[in-house]
């Protein structure tokens, strides 16, 4: 299980770069740019982010270069971070529950949520690389 460890660690990681760019994307950015241009000039910031995190995860934790493996992590990383954001979305910026997930449906929330599945991917997709995180290519099935 220690794809579900390396999740784990991936999501709190990358969120917490997330949760500071996203101080600043707010703070400096939206006012001036406006909520759509702000998300998409930090995405392609945290995705570099996200890649280099996920890299330095799967050695750590010696993730297994499996499909299985890498996709379990990214999926347990996808499902903290939300967990995440969500909480952070409730408890400290007292949103609505019922308003999270319809923030999806908008511009910058569709150009985030992209952003969020890219980073779910990400430690399959480097394992699927020549030049991958973890050394060697996942086994052909």
Known sequence: ????????????????FGFALGT?????????LGATKSVLLEAPVILAISWIVS???????????????LGAMGGAAFGVLICLEFAV????FGKAASAFF???GTPAGAIGL??????ALFPLVQACRPTQAVGKRIRQG
């Open 24 to 32: 600043v994307r707010v703070l400096l950015l939206v006012p001036r």
């Open 89 to 92: 979305s409730v408890f400290i």
């Open 102 to 104: 319809p923030e999806y």
């Open 114 to 119: 992209a952003a969020q599945i890219g980073f």
């Open 55 to 69: 890299k330095v995860i799967v050695q750590r934790f010696h993730v297994r270069p499996e499909p299985v493996a």
């Open 1 to 16: 299980m220690t794809f579900i460890s390396a999740g784990f660690a991936y999501a709190v990681a990358v969120f917490a």
